[in-house]
């Protein structure tokens, strides 16, 4: 299973990216942390903004304050809904964020299905929550899922195959035209989107925006 993780300060359009493939019936909203409860269960956009608006109020000085993963299980490996919310919640513990608000998306718009999840990095204090070897940790809760839950593992090789092709753009390594290139090139082989939004909550995930 290989985990995407973005940081940008485009809370709404996280959210309006994954909600409009609820819409369309091309997604659902599996899990919701610590939010704000509707009658119905259904959720607007801005229903599910109202959940981290105190959050963001509390710390105004953390600039990407909205956290955007994409968890991606082998598109061999059939996940049912509740193994993705247990695998969501336990990503989000084991990652620092158990006690944060946070919505876990399922996509169905392409054959592999995944899940995405929206979270802030400042708690309800205005506390930034530490990245510290934020992707070695992420790394690390993959690999336990993948043995905790049977998926297939994503072997060094795929690893490095996946990480050419979507490695978040670094400035500082330097060729920054050919990082962004293998970004656009191969995205929408494995994303939909519609909208300049849509596409900008996407490319969040490798540090770009347009």
């Not at 109020?57 to 509740?82: G, Y």
């Not at 695998?87 to 718009?109: I, N, W």
């Amino acid at each position: 299973m290989i985990a995407k993780m973005g940081r940008s300060a485009n809370l709404y359009g996280a959210l309006a990216y994954n909600n409009l493939k609820v819409e369309k019936e091309n997604g659902q909203i599996l899990f919701a942390n610590k939010m704000i409860e509707t009658s119905d269960g259904q959720y607007s956009v801005a229903q599910l903004a109202q959940s981290f608006a105190p959050y963001l109020l509390a710390n105004l000085n953390t600039e990407k304050h909205t956290l955007h993963i994409s968890l991606n299980p082998d598109p061999i490996d059939k996940v049912s809904d509740e193994t993705y919310r247990e695998m969501a919640e336990q990503y989000m513990r084991e990652l620092g964020y158990g006690d944060q608000p946070f919505v876990v998306f399922k996509h169905t718009d392409i054959d592999r299905s995944h899940i995405h999840i929206v979270s802030v990095c400042v708690d309800e204090n205005g506390k930034k929550i530490s990245d510290k070897f934020e992707k070695m940790r992420s790394m690390n809760i993959c690999r336990e899922l993948e043995k905790q839950y049977n998926l297939i593992p994503a072997t060094d090789k795929e690893h490095q195959q996946n990480n050419k092709i979507f490695k978040p753009v670094d400035y500082k390594a330097g060729d920054v035209k050919s990082q962004i290139a293998s970004v656009v090139w191969h995205l929408p082989n494995y994303y939909q989107f519609q909208t300049l939004g849509e596409y900008n909550a996407l490319l969040s995930l490798f540090n770009i925006t347009t």
